[in-house]
């Protein structure tokens, strides 16, 4: 009997466990209206160091076809808050941005802010392009570039930086 009674509560304590202990998604495939798809991952430090995860990030964007950047963001962060808001509202220019980008998200307050030799910054969210293998090429941008954090104001400007390069 008492077989039959925990076999009866094991579904309820699976699915208990599943809604209060909900799996993470750390990367999502969005579509946007123009059917151009982009990429965004957010990197752990329990799953190795930066570069390691950023080298294998790499090839997964160069499988997709998708240009490769890094942003360091945080969730207290009025300007990474707007711009991840933008995304998920659907808002037209800010997908416009994104559009074949396969964007990695670190958190500094996981991260820390900055390895000293690859990426030194003091503002975030800051975003650096990296090259195929996953090293930064250089060309950075933060959330200073466009003042109001709008998508009418951030928009334009991460369209640039993400498709001039």
Same mark, same amino acid.
């Given at each position: 009997?008492?077989?039959?009674?925990?076999?009866?509560?094991?579904?309820?304590?699976?699915?208990?466990?599943?809604? =209060?202990?909900?799996?993470?998604?750390?990367?999502?495939?969005?579509?946007?209206?123009?059917?151009?798809?982009?990429?965004?991952?957010?990197?752990h430090t329990d799953n190795g160091d930066l570069m390691t995860?950023?080298?294998?990030?790499?090839?997964?964007?160069?499988? =997709?076809?998708?240009? =490769?950047?890094?942003?360091?963001?945080?969730?207290?962060?009025?300007?990474?808050?707007?711009?991840?808001?933008?995304?998920?509202?659907?808002?037209?220019?800010?997908?416009?941005?994104?559009?074949?980008?396969?964007?990695?998200?670190?958190?500094?307050?996981?991260?820390?802010?900055?390895?000293?030799?690859?990426?030194?910054?003091?503002?975030?969210p800051i975003y650096y392009q990296l090259d195929e293998s996953?090293?930064?090429?250089?060309?950075?941008?933060?959330?200073?570039?466009?003042?109001?954090?709008?998508?009418?104001?951030?928009?334009?400007?991460?369209?640039e930086f993400f498709h001039t390069r």
């Amino acid at each position: 009997m008492q077989k039959k009674f925990l076999f009866a509560l094991l579904p309820i304590f699976l699915l208990a466990c599943n809604f =209060l202990f909900p799996p993470e998604q750390s990367q999502g495939t969005f579509q946007t209206p123009s059917t151009e798809k982009y990429v965004i991952s957010r990197i752990h430090t329990d799953n190795g160091d930066l570069m390691t995860q950023l080298a294998s990030e790499a090839a997964k964007a160069k499988a =997709l076809g998708l240009s =490769l950047f890094i942003e360091f963001d945080a969730s207290w962060c009025p300007s990474c808050v707007a711009v991840t808001e933008s995304i998920e509202a659907g808002d037209a220019s800010t997908l416009q941005a994104f559009a074949g980008v396969y964007l990695i998200r670190a958190d500094v307050d996981e991260w820390g802010w900055g390895d000293g030799r690859n990426f030194d910054f003091n503002a975030i969210p800051i975003y650096y392009q990296l090259d195929e293998s996953g090293n930064p090429t250089g060309a950075m941008i933060d959330g200073g570039a466009w003042g109001e954090d709008i998508p009418e104001n951030f928009g334009p400007v991460l369209n640039e930086f993400f498709h001039t390069r």
